[in-house]
């Protein structure tokens, strides 16, 4: 392996390695025939055993390639023409698909008003509670991301207000929960506790960011989305041929609680970067880490020198804010390395003459 494909970063947990027992999982189904696009019976059994550790036995598993696709095809079975997804300032949806959920969803989004990456109580109530007016969009939708962008996530008692207030007013609820392992153990519950508190009627529940390969999974809680989604997620190019290789990867997150093992690590080095680089003069870490991210403002010459050694995002190009990130295979060596960088680049900025 080149220097360059060994090189370490806090880009993106998407960035990390597979998890090995991720890779054995697949190894293993990888004997014999079986029928494609889910109707074989490994599939289907791994698809009831996630409902079983969601505390959800009852509900259908659909899985996919990808979290667009999982967020998408979301609201094209909940939405009807004329109703609109509500999703925070900060939501995947809005900010990072492309235009996706208006282009193949054809789905409005309204944005709430959002504190720190959550939307707020009182910003939803202004947007589910207008007038029933024919010449606008009906709220159809209240989409949560858990954990959400900015490494936030939102507590039990915020999800069942939120989930009451959207189903009170006829709106469903949905998770993205690309990294919803991430949120289930920083708050210290099972996922099946979280699931519950969160009042979902649909859940994208990820993978990739947690060790997989690839690959997602829809959760639909309310029966009555059921019908026509083997068409829609077909139809949303997200039906994979050989779909017992995705359904490996979450057998092997399921077993032994490797999901939590991943995500408890993920979120111990993002506190441990923030408590290490929280003494440095010359950085500012903007917020506390409540899963696996850190965002921090330092000086432009620093993280210049910085990236240029490890890889990462500037969040915020005004302020300079950036994202690091922690993955399920961050040791403490990288962050005790990364620590070290930091303070070097962030002194030599503040050097005469520098």
């Known amino acids: 392996m080149s220097a360059a494909a060994a090189r370490r970063g806090f880009a993106s947990d998407n960035a990390a390695t597979v998890h090995p027992r991720v890779l054995e999982a697949i190894a293993a189904v990888n004997a014999g025939h079986a029928f494609g696009y889910g109707h074989d019976p490994y599939t289907q059994s791994v698809e009831r055993r996630l409902a079983a550790e969601l505390g959800a036995p009852g509900a259908a598993v659909f899985f996919v390639f990808n979290g667009s696709g999982a967020n998408v095809l979301s609201l094209r079975a909940a939405l009807k023409p004329w109703e609109a997804a509500v999703v925070s300032a900060s939501a995947h949806l809005h900010t990072d698909e492309t235009g996706a959920p208006e282009a193949v969803a054809a789905a409005k989004l ?3 008003e959002t504190v720190d990456g959550r939307v707020t109580l009182e910003g939803v109530r ?4 207008r007038p029933n007016d024919e010449h606008a969009v009906r709220p159809g939708l209240l989409s949560l991301t858990q954990a959400t962008e900015l490494g936030t996530v939102y507590a039990p008692d915020e999800l069942r207000a939120l989930a009451d207030l959207a189903h009170s007013h006829g709106l469903r609820v949905h998770i993205d929960g690309a990294r919803f392992a991430n949120a289930a153990a920083a708050l210290g519950l099972s996922l099946a506790e979280l699931l519950e508190a969160s009042g979902a009627d649909l859940l994208s529940f990820g993978g990739t960011k ?9 959760v639909v809680l309310d029966p009555a989305l059921v019908p026509g989604m083997m068409h829609l997620r077909k139809q949303t190019l997200q039906l994979a041929s050989k779909m017992r290789y995705v359904a490996a990867q979450f057998d092997a ?5 490797l999901w939590l093992e991943n995500a408890s690590h993920a979120n111990a080095m993002a506190r441990r970067l923030h408590e290490a680089v929280s003494g440095i003069d010359g950085v500012a870490v903007t917020r506390p880490p409540a899963a696996n991210a850190i965002f921090a403002v330092l000086p432009a010459a620093a993280r210049e020198r910085l990236q240029r050694e490890f890889d990462f995002y500037v969040w915020d190009d005004a302020t300079g804010e950036v994202r690091w990130m922690c993955s399920w295979d961050t040791t403490e060596s990288d962050v005790d390395a990364f620590t070290r960088a930091v303070r070097d680049a962030v002194a030599s900025a503040a050097a005469p003459g520098s």
């Open 126 to 129: 202004r947007l589910v509670e």
């Open 253 to 257: 997150l399921l077993d032994g609680g």
């Open 110 to 112: 309204l944005v709430a």
């Open 210 to 218: 947690n060790g997989l390969m690839l690959g997602e999974a829809v």
